[in-house]
């Protein structure tokens, strides 16, 4: 699994643990949600601060 981070459009490197875990996290939110199935292909989250 591919765990990309961006900041500001500054992409920040990330080693396999957070890697991992942001992907694990990501994924099992996602599919816990109605309508999202386990074939997907790419999970994308935009966070925008207000």
């Not at 765990?3 to 992907?23: H, R, Y």
Request: aromatic residues 6%.
């Amino acid at each position: 699994m591919l765990v990309e981070l961006k900041v500001d459009d500054k992409a920040i490197p990330l080693s396999a643990f957070p890697q991992d875990f942001m992907g694990n996290v990501a994924v099992a939110m996602a599919q816990s949600l109605r309508g999202v199935g386990g074939d997907w292909k790419e999970i994308e989250i935009r966070v925008v601060r207000d």
